[in-house]
């Protein structure tokens, strides 16, 4: 029996956007066109180019900062903040955990690249040595959303065009070059695909650098263990768990070993008030104070309330969950119910929109909102320079909802989409065998 191409085979044939984008660029795909003809591989080449070009985008978006510096309140007006010049505020030290240094405000394995860049960022004075690092950074971005498409494009063989969710994505663009965020992305993607490949000792490798990049790869690990449990892969979750403590061990070794706390940012955390993108500062901003002590515990019933959902939809066997969507929804958990969501938070769903298979109009909807939040945050936070020129609270908090319920609206889709993909039984069209497994009970069919 022939193979029936699906939306994400010829996404010019059944997504409306793409095909809309493909009278313009390219053409839709013709009725005798041959699939499947080029690997894997020449999407993930042209995907990772044109990620380049939107990092790209993102420095011109950033031009007012290049030229003039990174200064407040010049910085929020032009919506070109970044945390990436702050490194080189004070001269590179033995260690990230030097004076100044990013140990004292990044995970152990994000302030030993912030630390390395500002070791190789040349000797200068002022905005000179601030551009300096800020191109070292932007090169690092780039390569590391390179190896993201990459990863996201082998995990999705069959459909290697869906990479283009994470190297195409608007929020690239804006959010790319705020923070080292995408270092963290980078870890965890190439983890998913070790893991899928059946190295899970490599996988809990990079998932366990990821989390000591980045806390959130901690939710996606979660996820991957949930779905092995259900699935059987008993031995090989061992092995993971295993890799994911050796990891972690050997940053916090190396953290000790150049005489640095690793915990001193969860610490700062603890004690941290609400920040912007979170629920809890909709509250401030309507005068109701709530501790720190509070808002910590808030964040910490999230993070149970992740477990507590992803246990629900892993173990509904009507549903049968993949890694992808269930890790979605449990880390949109964490990100609404946490102290804060920064903008660049975004980058952390891109690969898992495209391993959830959602539209591009779906995308496009939550990406626009997030484009908005960007320009509107900056301008909320020019409060304290320029009320009159500012965002007012009302406002901004009406944005905060609306990022809050795209989320959730991301969450929706990728559900409906997995449902609505093995209904029409051309899940393995979608993405590779072990990703979207067989229902439970079911014996595996595969069209000629």
């Given at each position: 029996m022939p193979r029936t191409p699906s939306r994400l085979a010829t996404p010019s044939r059944g997504d409306g956007v793409v095909a809309l984008a493909s009278d313009v660029f390219g053409g839709p795909l013709g009725r005798y066109a041959g699939l499947g003809r080029r690997p894997w591989t020449y999407a993930a080449a042209v995907l990772s180019a044109l990620a380049s070009v939107l990092v790209a985008l993102g420095i011109v978006q950033k031009n007012h900062c290049v030229s003039a510096g990174w200064s407040t309140p010049g910085s929020l007006w032009r919506a070109c903040y970044s945390d990436l010049p702050?490194?080189?505020?004070?001269?590179?030290?033995?260690?990230?955990?030097?004076?100044?240094?990013?140990?004292?405000?990044?995970?152990?394995?994000?302030?030993?690249?912030?630390w390395v860049l500002r070791r190789l960022t040349p000797s200068g004075v002022g905005l000179a040595e601030q551009r300096w690092y800020f191109a070292l950074a932007a090169i690092v971005i780039a390569l590391l959303i390179a190896a993201t498409v990459v990863a996201t494009a082998a995990l999705l063989e069959g459909t290697p065009w869906q990479a283009a969710h994470v190297a195409l994505s608007p929020v690239l663009i804006t959010a790319s070059l705020v923070s080292l965020d995408i270092f963290g992305v980078a870890l965890m993607t190439v983890g998913l695909l070790a893991w899928h490949r059946r190295y899970p000792l490599v996988a809990g490798l990079l998932l366990g650098a990821a989390i000591s990049a980045r806390t959130f790869p901690a939710v996606v690990l979660i996820?991957?263990?949930?779905?092995?449990?259900?699935?059987?892969?008993?031995?090989?979750?061992?092995?993971?768990?295993?890799?994911?403590?050796?990891?972690?061990?050997?940053?916090?070794?190396?953290?000790?070993?150049?005489?640095?706390?690793?915990?001193?940012?969860?610490?700062?955390?603890?004690?941290?008030?609400?920040?912007?993108?979170?629920?809890?500062?909709?509250?401030?901003?309507?005068?109701v104070t709530i501790p720190a002590n509070a808002l910590t515990a808030l964040a910490v019933i999230g993070w149970v309330l992740a477990l507590v959902v992803g246990v629900y939809l892993a173990t509904d066997r009507e549903r049968n969950l993949p890694v992808a969507p269930l890790a979605l929804a449990m880390l949109v958990v964490v990100m609404v119910t946490g102290k804060s969501m920064p903008v660049q938070n975004a980058l952390w769903v891109l690969p898992l929109i495209a391993l959830c298979g959602l539209s591009w109009r779906d995308h496009l909807v939550w990406a626009g909102i997030e484009v908005a939040y960007f320009a509107g945050v900056w301008m909320y936070v020019g409060t304290s320079f320029n009320p009159e020129k500012a965002l007012p609270g009302a406002a901004y908090s009406i944005l905060t909802m609306a990022r809050l319920l795209a989320l959730v609206g991301l969450v929706w889709r990728a559900i409906l989409t997995h449902g609505e993909l093995e209904r029409e039984r051309i899940v393995a069209d979608v993405v590779p065998e072990w990703w979207l497994p067989e229902p439970a009970g079911a014996t595996a069919v595969r069209p000629d």
């Open positions: 702050a490194a080189v505020t004070s001269q590179p030290g033995a260690s990230p955990w030097s004076t100044g240094g990013a140990g004292h405000t990044q995970p152990v394995l994000t302030a030993f690249l912030t996820a991957v263990v949930l779905v092995a449990w259900r699935d059987g892969r008993r031995q090989d979750l061992g092995r993971l768990l295993g890799g994911v403590a050796v990891a972690i061990v050997v940053s916090l070794c190396m953290a000790y070993a150049v005489g640095g706390d690793p915990m001193e940012p969860y610490q700062a955390w603890s004690d941290q008030a609400a920040g912007y993108g979170s629920p809890w500062l909709i509250a401030q901003i309507a005068h």
